[in-house]
């Protein structure tokens, strides 16, 4: 079945067309609740809550955006609501350097098939999650979900519920904390 002709059978009522929508995006979804949460029992809260919330709320989606981008909305408000409700941030925080900086920084080091280079490459990513860990959660998000997850900037500011403008300065400002960060180790 196509998504439409899936989402079309599960706002009709058909529990087997929800329960396929549900196979075929719990895997993304959750991934970004880990990223979000950084940690896994809380994922999986935000897993079930953001699907409760979808099934809740099928009725009103109008296919205007794609349903994962529907779903993502909803993980990253329902991932905020939880942070808010337990009034902490999350302590550590999983992510990887986009390809370009990673191309950016192995081009950087002289010999990267070196053991300097492998402590260098774990010094980099450990400071690239601790960058990202102390970032406001609205630039967090951000890049998170276009470095990590590779949505387009419309479609986060979809999820986000914000102009393509402010999605594009707060992943501006996100990359220019991490290449602060990442500046003394790369000097």
Known sequence: MSEAELIAAAQAGR??????IVERHSGTVYNLALRL???????EDVLQET????????????GRSRLSTWLYR???NTARNTIASRQRRPLDYEA???????????????????????????????TVNRAI?????????????REVEGLSY??????????????????FRAREAIDRALQPLLD
Do not use: Y
Not at 37 to 43: K, R, S, Y
């Open 37 to 43: 949460m950084n940690d896994p029992q809380e994922a």
């Open 96 to 126: 990887e350097l986009s390809e370009s900086e990673q191309n950016n920084v192995a081009a950087r080091l002289k010999h990267d098939d070196t053991p300097e280079a492998s402590v260098l490459s774990e010094e980099i990513r450990v």
């Open 51 to 62: 699907f409760i919330s979808a099934f809740r709320a099928l009725d009103r989606f109008q």
């Open 74 to 76: 909803i993980a990253v």
């Open 154 to 171: 419309e479609e986060i500011a979809e999820a986000m519920d914000c102009p393509v403008g402010t999605v594009r300065s707060r992943i």
């Open 133 to 145: 860990e102390q970032l406001p959660e609205d630039l967090r998000t951000a890049i998170v979900l």
């Open 15 to 20: 529990q087997d067309a929800f329960t396929e």
